[in-house]
C-alpha cells in the first residue's frame, strides 16, 4: 500500500536554530498537511496545502512556521528560529482528491529542542 | 472551533476482554475517522466511518452523524491492541482530532 515517508525520524537542535521538516505524500493525493502532537497530548493541525499554496491554518501555525513544494514530490514544513515549545513529534499526512477523503499520516519527526 | 471528546480517557483490559470507546463531536461533519497510535507513535488508519457501520476482523465502529457521536468496538482484546485511539473528524480542510483513549491490554 503506498505510504507518507517522513525524514528524519528524529531530529535534535539547539533553540534559535532552524529545522527542515521533509515529507514525501502519496503520490497521487493533491491535498497535504501538518500535525504535531506534544508528548502525551492530542494531535494538533498545523496546516493544509492544496494546489501549491495554504488552504487552512490553525493559530500554531505563526511567521515562524512555513510550508512549500519545492518539487512534484516533496512537502516541508520550516521552523525558522525553534524554541523549546517547538518540541513535539511533527506528522505529515495527504489526502486525496477532497479534503474529506481518507487521511494517510507518515510515521512522524520527533523534533527536539535544546 | 469544533470540540471532539473521548470517553473513557483511560481503559485497561484482561486479554479476551471487549470493549467500547466512544467519540462525541459538538457540530456537524463531513467525515470521521479512527486511528490507532501504536507504542510506537505511528497512527494507523482503523475506519473511515461518516455514517453507518463497519467491521474489520475484531473491530467494529458506528457512526451517527445526526446525533454527534461514533462508537469504536474493539472484541477478543489482544496485547497488541495496545496503544492510543483517536477519533478526528473533518469540518472542511482539516480534520479535528478528539483527546483520546488509552488502552492497555493486559495478558
Known amino acids: 500500500e503506498p505510504e507518507v515517508t517522513q525524514t528524519p525520524s528524529h531530529q535534535v537542535t539547539q533553540m534559535g536554530q532552524e529545522v527542515i521538516l521533509r515529507c514525501v505524500p502519496i503520490s497521487n493525493h493533491l491535498y497535504f498537511y501538518w500535525y504535531r502532537q506534544i508528548l502525551g497530548q492530542k494531535v494538533e493541525f498545523l496546516v493544509s496545502?492544496?494546489?501549491?499554496?495554504?488552504?487552512?491554518k490553525s493559530e500554531i501555525f505563526d511567521d515562524q512556521f512555513s510550508v512549500e513544494r519545492p518539487d512534484g514530490s516533496n512537502f516541508t514544513l520550516k521552523i525558522r528560529s525553534t524554541k523549546l515549545e517547538d518540541s513535539a513529534m511533527y506528522f505529515c499526512a495527504s489526502n486525496s482528491d477532497r479534503a474529506y477523503e481518507k487521511l494517510f499520516f507518515g510515521s512522524g519527526t520527533q523534533l527536539s529542542v535544546l | 472551533g469544533i470540540q471532539v471528546e473521548q470517553s473513557p480517557p483511560d481503559l485497561i483490559l484482561q486479554e479476551g476482554a471487549n470493549s467500547t470507546l466512544r467519540c462525541n463531536f459538538s457540530d456537524s461533519v463531513n467525515n470521521l475517522q479512527w486511528f490507532h497510535q501504536n507504542p510506537w507513535g505511528q497512527l494507523i488508519n482503523l475506519f473511515y466511518?461518516?455514517?453507518g457501520t463497519k467491521q474489520n476482523g475484531r473491530l467494529s465502529a458506528t457512526t451517527v452523524a445526526t446525533e454527534r457521536y461514533s462508537l469504536l468496538y474493539i472484541s477478543s482484546s489482544q496485547t497488541t491492541d495496545s496503544g492510543v485511539y483517536f477519533c478526528a473528524v473533518n469540518t472542511g480542510n482539516q480534520f479535528y482530532f478528539g483527546t483520546g483513549t488509552s488502552l492497555t491490554v493486559i495478558p
Open positions: 466511518i461518516p455514517s
Open positions: 496545502f492544496y494546489n501549491n499554496e495554504i488552504s487552512e
